[in-house]
C-alpha cells in the first residue's frame, strides 16, 4: 500500500464487494431509494438494478437494452428516475418495478447527471445538446440552453440556495441555473480540469471532481473556489457524494480506490478488493455505510471501525 494511504489519524474503514452481474453490464450510477435499498444503473446490459444492504440483489430490464442507463437518483414522488444516455431518455421505475420511459425532445441530447431539484421536479443534464433539462413527475420536459457552447455538462446537484450546480466538463468550469432558467458560469483556474460529478457538502458548499486535473473541488454559492490535490495526479476521480459523517466521499476511477475529503480539505484514500475495479457511481446507503458501483460488476460497501 502506498505510504501516503496510511497516514496518522486516518480513519479505519471496512470494505466488503457485493458481486451483482458480471463485468460486461457495468455497474455504474447508484442511489439510495426510499425502500431501504440501494439502486444501481447496469449501463451496457440496459438494466436497472436493485441491492439490499444484506447483500440480496435483482435487476429490471429496460426497452431497449441498448439506451445506456447512467444516473440514477431518488425523485420526490417515491420512485427512482435514471438518465439513459444513448437512449436519450429519462427513466422512471417503482421499488415494485414498473419502467415507465420519457423521450427527450431535443435530438441526441445525451443525458447524463439527474438529480432531484427544491421545485419538485427532476434536473437533468443534457451534456450532447449543451442544455439543463427539467422534467416533472408526471413528465413534463423543459430545458435550458447553457450561454457556452460545447459545455458537455455532466453531473448535477441541489444546491443550498434553491439552485440547481452542475459541471462543465469540457467548459473547464460550475454552472448554476435558478427555477426560471437564468445560468451563471464560474470558470475554473485551470484549463484542465474537466470537472465530473458535484454534490451538496454539509458545510454549504458544493464540492465536485476535477477528473482531469486529479483534485477535488469547493465553490460556494457566490462562486469563491478552492481546490485540492490528491496525492496521485492520475488518479481521476468521477463521482463524489456527501456521507453521514460530515465528509465527501469521492471515487478514484483511474486508480480504484475511494476517497474521502473533509470540509477543511484533508483527503484520506481507501483501496478496494478488487485491482482495476473501475468504481463510478457513489451514494450513502440507509445502513450509514458509503456503497460505490465497480465496473468489474460488484457493489462495494465501505463502513467506518
Known sequence: MPHHLDRPGRPDVAIVELPVSDRAAGPYGITAGPDGALWFTLVHHGRIGRITPDGAHTSYQLAPASGGPSVITAGPDGALWFTEFRGHRIGRITTGGDIAPFPLPTPEAGPFGIAAGPDGALWFTEAGAGRIG????????????????????????????DRMWFTMNQANAIGAIADDGVVTVHPLPAPD?????????????????????GRIGRITPDGTIGEFALPDPMARPHAITAGPDGNCWFTEWGTGRVGRITPDGRIDEYDLPTPSSEPHGIA????GAIWTALEIGTIARLTAQ
Request: hydrophobic content about 40%.
Open 134 to 161: 427539467r422534467i416533472t413527475t408526471d413528465g413534463h420536459i423543459t430545458g435550458f440552453p447553457l450561454p457556452v457552447t460545447g459545455a458537455f455538462p455532466s453531473a448535477i446537484a441541489a444546491g443550498p440556495d
Open 193 to 213: 480540469s474537466a470537472p465530473v460529478g458535484i454534490t451538496a457538502g454539509t458545510d454549504g458548499a458544493l464540492w465536485f471532481t476535477e477528473i482531469g486535473a
Open 284 to 287: 450513502p446507503g440507509p445502513d
